[in-house]
């Protein structure tokens, strides 16, 4: 439920804009309500909001409402490649500045992941998001240019890209990071941090991600075995 709740406004986004004759206007107003709606939900299941939902909300409203009012989707357009160098940025300052990791920051959940490995994973990450902006812009403005499409042809790529597309990008590379800093743990340090992932999954995810938490356990095990 909580899951699905989750998904509600990349749904509702990618769902208006196809059903309104591509108007970017409408899904944003969409985006906004199922957001609101979405944080509601959050509220009475959990009893409380969390620091990332608030923080994603605000976020939202930040470039929505200036496309709403405007009637100009070159603010939404915006907001993937702003997000992601603010994730950078987050991730870089909150290591190198506070000595904690964004994980920490936003969950309070302190990660049992040695200072040398997590400093290599901050940076991959950072370079990640700041590569992941630069794509966004390159669809979202320059696309015409570069492959010759129709400015409608390539805002509808662009929503594509950010409905499903960059989630993609993300989950593909936030797995090969997760991998390559969990074979640098110890069998502690795994225990731990596999506790820390049904932690924020639960709080976050909901309960629809037990699939994930299977692979997940499975593959610890067999590291287990291995480590015995």
């Known amino acids: 439920m909580k899951l699905l709740l989750n998904l509600l406004p990349a749904i509702c986004f990618f769902a208006t804009y196809k059903f309104s004759d591509h108007n970017l206007i409408y899904a944003t107003i969409a985006v906004v309500i199922s957001s609101v709606i979405t944080l509601g939900g959050s ?91 630069f794509l966004n812009y390159v669809i979202a403005f320059r696309l015409p240019d570069f492959m010759n499409v129709s400015s409608d042809e390539a805002e509808n790529i662009w929503v594509n890209y950010k409905t499903y597309g960059n989630g993609i990008l993300n989950a593909v590379f936030m797995f090969a990071t997760f991998a390559w800093v969990y074979g640098k743990l110890t069998a502690e340090q795994k225990e731990a941090l596999e506790k820390l992932v049904i932690d924020v999954k639960d709080q976050h995810v909901g309960k629809g991600a037990e699939k994930i938490a299977e692979t997940a356990e499975v593959r610890c095990g067999a590291d287990k075995n291995k480590d015995r």
């Open 43 to 133: 509220w009475i299941l959990q009893g409380k909001i969390t620091r990332i939902q608030i923080v994603v909300i605000l976020t939202l409203l930040v470039f929505a409402i200036p496309t709403i009012m405007v009637k100009d989707p070159s603010f939404i357009k915006w907001k993937v490649s702003v997000v992601n160098c603010v994730i950078a940025s987050g991730l870089l300052i909150c290591q190198f500045g506070f000595g904690k990791d964004i994980v920490e920051a936003l969950t309070g959940y302190k990660t049992p992941i040695p200072a040398a490995v997590l400093k290599k994973a901050t940076v991959a990450l950072a370079v990640y998001f700041i590569a992941c902006a």
